[in-house]
């Protein structure tokens, strides 16, 4: 992501917001993990990716109601979409809207 001049960091214990829904996390956990990321956020000197995943209520829940909110109580961050930070258009972001003309699928790869 060297273009929009941010860093992917990857925390040892990954938040699995995404396994919240099957009992293989708590959303205390999620949160726990959430906030020591912001607290480690502190030390960089770019910018960082926290991609989530919204597959399920729960984790959509978590995301809404502790999450942004956390990060918005930084008063320091910034929160852009990978998409704005990309610059790229909304409509290409999505499967549905993207007609692949400026992205397209490498050769032989499929949705299906």
């Known amino acids: 992501m ?8 990857i925390p ?10 099957s009992g293989g996390t708590t959303s205390e956990q ?31 829940d978590v995301a809404v109601g502790y999450l942004l909110p956390d990060a918005l109580a930084q008063g320091n961050l910034t929160l852009e979409t990978v998409a704005t930070c990309r610059h790229l258009l909304l409509a290409n972001c999505y499967v549905e809207t993207n ?12 949705l299906q």
């Open 99 to 110: 007609d692949n003309s400026s992205n397209p699928l490498p050769s032989g790869a499929s």
């Open 12 to 21: 040892d214990e990954f938040r699995q917001d995404w396994d919240i829904a």
């Open 30 to 60: 999620v949160v726990q993990k959430f906030e020591a990321m912001l607290a480690a956020a502190g030390d960089l000197t770019t910018g960082f990716i926290s991609l989530e995943h919204d597959l399920w209520p729960q984790a959509v």
């Open 2 to 9: 060297s273009s929009s001049r941010f860093v992917l960091a």
